[in-house]
């Protein structure tokens, strides 16, 4: 069964994944798991899926309050006109060789 987020990730040989843990975090983990009636390493899986799925997500997605959201849309709808060091900066740019355009 596919859990949430899995559907992207590439079907390929299994692999193993050793981890050494207390007995007594192994048999809260196994009982964890036995309550939703699947085994230990499939909960171990799902485990370490969601884990990783909220790390990644908190690294990809820049949450921004109410107020900070409003200004980087109206930055974005209303641009202020360039400043003499950015207008220096573009000139520097261009004649740096790098530009493409």
Known sequence: ???????????????????????????????AAKLQGISLADFMRAACREAAQRVLQEQEVIKLS???????????????EPNA???AAAKR???SGLFRG
Not at 6 to 31: G, T
Not at 66 to 77: G, P, Q, S, Y
């Open 85 to 87: 060091a950015l207008l």
């Open 66 to 80: 109410r107020r900070d959201r409003e200004r980087f849309v109206t930055a974005l709808l209303n641009p202020p």
């Open 1 to 31: 069964m596919r859990q949430a987020g899995e559907e992207s990730l590439p079907l390929s040989k299994h692999e193993r994944f050793e981890v050494r843990v207390p007995a007594a975090e192994k048999e809260y983990f196994r009982k």
């Open 93 to 95: 740019y261009k004649k």
